[in-house]
C-alpha cells in the first residue's frame, strides 16, 4: 500500500493528466470548464488534518466548504420539525456550547470561520446527528435512544464536529465522481442554492447531513477513526468523561433495524472502535481531568 503522501501525489499527478487528455481530445467548451475548475481548486490539493497530521487529497478550499455547509444546513433544516425547549433541547445547548469551545480550543486554525450552530430535531425513530463545515450541527431527538446521559451526547457530538474539523466531507467530494456536478458548479462560483439539485443532494451526502436512510454515505474507515479520536479529546477537554464514549458506541451497536450509514456502517468494526478507544483512553482521561481542575479552579 502506498503511504498516504505519495497517494496525495499521485492523485494530483491524475488530475494533471487528466487535464492535459481533456486539452488533447475534448471539445473547447470542455476544456474552458476543466481550466474554471482547476483555477477554483488549485491544484495544491494536499492538506494536513489538525490533531492527527494526517495528510489528505482536498481540492475544496475552507471558504468553499463553508459556504456550501451553510448553504446545505438551510435546505437540510428547510422542512425539519424542531424542537425548541424542554430537558433534551437544554441538553444539546450545554453539550454544543462546551464542545464548540473545547474543538475551538484544540484546532483553532481549523475552526476558523466557524459559526457554531445547532437545531434538535423532533424525529423519534431517527438515531443520528450529524455537522456540516462551519459548526453546523443537527441532532435528531432517536438519538437519545443510544446517547443515555450528557457526557454520550458530548461523545457524538464532538465525533460529528470531528468530521467538520478534519474536512472530511470535503475530502469525499475530491474522491467522488459525483464531484464533478460539485466541481462544475462551484468552479464556475454558484452557491449551494444555485447549484443543480442533483449537486446539491452530492454535497450533502458527501458532508453526511440529511436523515433519508439511501442518501447517505457512510464515512470512510480513516475518517471514522480520525473523527472518533478528535471528537474522544474534545469532549474530554470540554469536560465530559471520555469513559462514556465507550458505553455510547456499545448502546449504537446494540440497536437493531435501519440504522442511517454513519452508525450502520460496518467500519470500523466494534471491536476495532472498541481497541482504538481503549487505546487513547489514558491521554483521553488526563486531558478530561485537566479540565476538570480547571474549572473547578475557575468557579
Ligand atoms: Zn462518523
Redesign the pocket.
Known amino acids: 500500500m502506498l503511504p498516504i503522501e505519495s497517494s496525495c501525489v499521485l492523485r494530483i499527478g491524475r488530475l494533471a493528466v487528466l487535464g492535459r487528455r481533456l486539452t488533447a481530445h475534448l471539445s473547447a467548451s470542455v476544456v474552458l470548464l476543466f481550466m474554471a475548475m482547476t483555477m477554483a481548486f488549485p491544484l495544491t490539493g494536499c492538506t494536513t488534518v489538525s490533531g492527527t497530521g494526517r495528510t489528505q487529497f482536498n481540492f475544496m478550499s475552507r471558504e468553499q466548504e463553508l459556504s456550501l455547509g451553510a448553504g446545505a444546513y438551510q435546505e437540510e433544516l428547510a422542512d425539519a420539525k424542531l424542537v425548541t425547549s424542554g430537558p433534551q433541547f437544554d441538553m444539546v445547548k450545554r453539550v454544543t456550547k462546551r464542545v464548540s469551545a473545547a474543538a475551538e480550543k484544540l484546532h483553532p486554525d481549523a475552526t476558523k470561520g466557524f459559526t457554531w450552530e445547532f437545531r434538535l430535531i423532533d424525529a423519534p425513530d431517527t438515531i443520528n446527528a450529524w455537522a456540516l463545515p462551519g459548526g453546523k450541527m443537527a441532532v435528531y431527538t432517536g438519538l437519545f435512544k443510544a446517547a443515555k446521559n450528557e457526557d454520550q451526547l458530548a461523545a457524538v457530538m464532538g465525533?460529528?464536529c470531528?468530521?467538520a474539523i478534519g474536512r472530511h466531507g470535503g475530502e469525499r467530494m475530491s474522491q467522488q465522481t459525483a464531484a464533478q456536478a460539485i466541481m462544475a458548479g462551484v468552479g464556475v462560483g454558484l452557491s449551494f442554492s444555485e447549484m443543480s439539485p442533483t449537486a446539491q443532494q452530492a454535497t450533502m451526502a458527501a458532508f453526511?447531513a440529511g436523515s433519508e436512510y439511501g442518501v447517505l454515505l457512510p464515512?470512510s474507515r480513516h475518517?471514522?477513526s480520525e473523527?472518533?479520536e478528535l471528537g474522544l479529546f474534545i469532549a474530554a477537554e470540554a469536560g465530559y468523561d471520555p469513559r462514556e464514549a465507550v458505553e455510547l458506541w456499545k448502546n449504537m451497536g446494540s440497536i437493531g433495524g435501519n440504522k442511517p450509514p454513519?452508525w450502520a456502517?460496518t467500519h470500523p468494526s466494534d471491536e476495532t472502535r472498541q481497541a482504538r478507544l481503549a487505546e487513547l483512553m489514558p491521554r483521553a482521561m488526563e486531558i478530561w481531568k485537566a479540565s476538570k481542575k480547571k474549572s473547578k479552579k475557575d468557579s
Open positions: 465525533h460529528e470531528s468530521h453526511g464515512f475518517q471514522e473523527a472518533d454513519e456502517s
